[in-house]
């Protein structure tokens, strides 16, 4: 058994007895000890709890009690996620030291399906970045090329799978923030439908665009830790209460014949380097081979999504981001008993958070101020429902002509989707 192996290939090792969890949570232990002075893939390594998570799963699988398809395999976390006594900083100085009360639901789901935790890993601070630059711990590397950047906000578990220092990882996604860095480290990352995954325990950024999510090396990896970690939480107002689908027969099946495969016509021409078009038209060609049909869409509106993207997600960074006020957690700066509340949270946030998150902070602000608020919050929400609209418009349309949907079944199955929809 390598730590080059898949996920998957780990789990039967583990189920047939050929290697014990404690034995493989070790030699990922080894690899980071090795290789992440130079990729600083983590922010935090939970040596003694890991372990103890290892042994769990190896005495119950020594006495046959049934585990879960991953029961044993090493996982890295985003620290993001909360996780009950272990250090969950954001990547930011303002909760350095802070140990939550209590477990995130994706961490709940964890280890109740035996996944061993490893550690937190490396982000930017509270996911404003698209590089792992602005972690206020210093940044991650590329494990391809130290020099390079791994991507963000979730570099450093994008890093940790490239690296070989776990086979699976936890990221999230608020624009970008797992997809981006599995292209850039050439792993498999995946933004489930928002509601998918439960947000409870997840630090907010952005509320309405937050989203965690399975990072992996391969497709069936990322597709088994989907299925781990997605399904309705009643703590989370924003879940969808549906019947998480199989992605894992999916995954397995590896066949898109006959898959229709929606291409946006504005994804394309100026703003995007010749190669990466050239990779995705590549990839888009190979679809074909394999028998996918893809389709060319039109949604104009995209041209503006950007720019709401830029407005609606400071302005819910501004709002999320007031609670770190000096004085209900994290650090505290400046309270020597003569200054006021006031000055103490203005000098703990002036130490506290880098020049990334405080630019967000501010324009937020400001786009959510009297009088502003209409112009840029409100339109910028406007923008999103017309997205949201023919993006529902182009799916109905494909489902019309491929299925005929004048039944009631049919009816059902669009009512499911415009509830998965409702959020996005």
Known sequence: MSIRDSAASMAAALAKKEITSVELTNQHFDQINAVDKDVHAFLYLDKEGALAQAQEVD??????????PLAGVP?????????????TTCGSKILEGWKPPYDSTVVSKLKAAGIVILGKTNMDEFAMGS???????????????????????????SAALAAFQAPLAIGTDTGGSIRQPAAVTGTVGVKPTYGAVSRYGLVAFSSSLDQAGPCARTVLDA???????????PKDSTSINQVTPDVVAAAKKLDVKGVKIGVVKQLAGDGYQKGVENKFNEAIA????LGAEIIEVSCPNFEYAL??????????CSSNLARFDSIRFGLRVGDDGARGAEEVMNLTRQAGFGREVKRRIILGTYALSSGYYDAYYGSAQKVRT???QILIKHL?????????????QHLKLVKKVMIHLRCI
Do not use: C
């Open 59 to 68: 005495k119950k699988r020594a006495v046959g009690e049934k585990l879960s």
């Open 75 to 87: 996982l890295a976390l985003k620290d993001v996620m909360v996780q009950k006594d272990v250090p």
């Open 131 to 157: 590089s792992t630059e602005n972690s206020a711990f210093g940044p991650t590397h590329n494990p391809w090329d130290l020099s390079r950047i791994p991507g963000g906000s979730g570099g450093g578990s």
């Open 223 to 233: 597709a088994l830790l989907h299925q781990v970690i997605a399904g309705f939480d």
């Open 286 to 289: 190979e679809l074909v081979k």
């Open 307 to 316: 720019a709401a993207y830029y407005l609606i997600a400071p302005s819910e």
């Open 386 to 388: 017309l997205i949201k």
């Open 396 to 408: 109905l349309n494909v489902m019309y002509w491929s299925h005929q949907l004048l039944r009631l």
